[in-house]
């Protein structure tokens, strides 16, 4: 009969495993990994405050047109306000003139000065600044200029008088001694030469001495015809 083999059956116990108490740096990414996380999360943040940056300063270049915006709108108002008082103040003070009064244009510049003064001093902004100076010296000059000519025609008016009144009498003069008549034109056309100079225009001149020259040469003759001896 076969002998059967026999086999043994032996079981080894394992004992309990060993184990490694877990480190922080089990946990933390590598050094490589975190300098990359760290640079990026860097630009990210520093790209939001460039963008903030950058807001912030559109929303104050806007702010700023604006502002100026509305200081020269004002400051357009405001100049063309004066402009308007200035024109009136000007017509005002020629019709009220008497004929021969030089001081209209000191008085009128000196309160429209006192304006500019005041003008000048109500801009908030450079652009209105930049505005307003070219502004009101250019009505500056145009006022003083308007000024100047407008006192010219009150001299000449007064020059005219006088000289009318000067002639009448030479006439008259004349009427009685029409043989100085050479002498008495010679004096009334200095006259009327010196006044040109004084507010009387060439053209105003011209046409006083044709007019003079008749009068008085009409105001010789009538008096030669009432003393001739054959009346």
Same mark, same amino acid.
């Given at each position: 009969?076969?002998?059967?083999?026999?086999?043994?059956?032996?079981?080894?116990?394992?004992?309990?495993?060993?184990?490694?108490?877990?480190?922080?740096?089990?946990?933390?990414?590598?050094?490589?990994?975190?300098?990359?996380?760290?640079?990026?999360?860097?630009?990210?943040?520093?790209?939001?405050?460039?963008?903030?940056?950058?807001?912030?300063?559109? /929303?104050?270049?806007?702010?700023?047109?604006?502002?100026?915006?509305?200081?020269?709108?004002?400051?357009?108002?405001?100049?063309?306000?004066?402009?308007?008082?200035?024109?009136?103040?000007?017509?005002?003070?020629?019709?009220?003139?008497?004929?021969?009064?030089?001081?209209?244009?000191?008085?009128?510049?000196?309160?429209?000065?006192?304006?500019?003064?005041?003008?000048?001093?109500?801009?908030?902004?450079?652009?209105?600044?930049?505005?307003?100076?070219?502004?009101?010296?250019?009505?500056?000059?145009?006022?003083?200029?308007?000024?100047?000519?407008?006192?010219?025609?009150?001299?000449?008016?007064?020059?005219?008088?006088?000289?009318?009144?000067?002639?009448?009498?030479?006439?008259?003069?004349?009427?009685?001694?029409?043989?100085?008549?050479?002498?008495?034109?010679?004096? /009334?056309?200095?006259?009327?030469?010196?006044?040109?100079?004084?507010?009387?225009?060439?053209?105003?001149?011209?046409?006083?001495?044709?007019?003079?020259?008749?009068?008085?040469? /009409?105001?010789?003759?009538?008096?030669?015809?009432?003393?001739?001896?054959?009346?």
């Amino acid at each position: 009969m076969p002998k059967l083999p026999t086999y043994s059956l032996s079981v080894q116990v394992a004992g309990p495993p060993q184990r490694r108490r877990a480190e922080p740096e089990d946990f933390a990414p590598s050094s490589r990994s975190a300098e990359i996380a760290l640079r990026e999360a860097g630009e990210s943040i520093g790209g939001g405050l460039r963008r903030i940056g950058a807001a912030q300063e559109e /929303i104050a270049d806007v702010l700023h047109k604006n502002e100026e915006r509305a200081d020269l709108s004002r400051l357009h108002r405001q100049v063309s306000e004066a402009q308007a008082g200035w024109t009136v103040g000007l017509q005002e003070a020629l019709q009220k003139g008497e004929p021969g009064d030089q001081s209209i244009v000191s008085r009128y510049m000196e309160k429209m000065d006192r304006d500019i003064e005041g003008l000048g001093q109500s801009a908030r902004t450079n652009a209105g600044r930049d505005y307003l100076g070219p502004a009101l010296a250019t009505l500056r000059g145009h006022f003083l200029v308007q000024a100047m000519a407008g006192q010219s025609r009150l001299v000449g008016i007064a020059e005219r008088e006088n000289f009318d009144a000067s002639v009448t009498a030479a006439s008259s003069a004349l009427f009685g001694d029409p043989g100085a008549f050479e002498a008495t034109r010679e004096r /009334i056309m200095g006259e009327l030469k010196d006044r040109m100079g004084r507010g009387l225009s060439p053209e105003d001149a011209m046409k006083m001495r044709n007019e003079t020259l008749a009068k008085l040469a /009409i105001s010789a003759l009538q008096g030669k015809v009432e003393r001739s001896p054959s009346r």
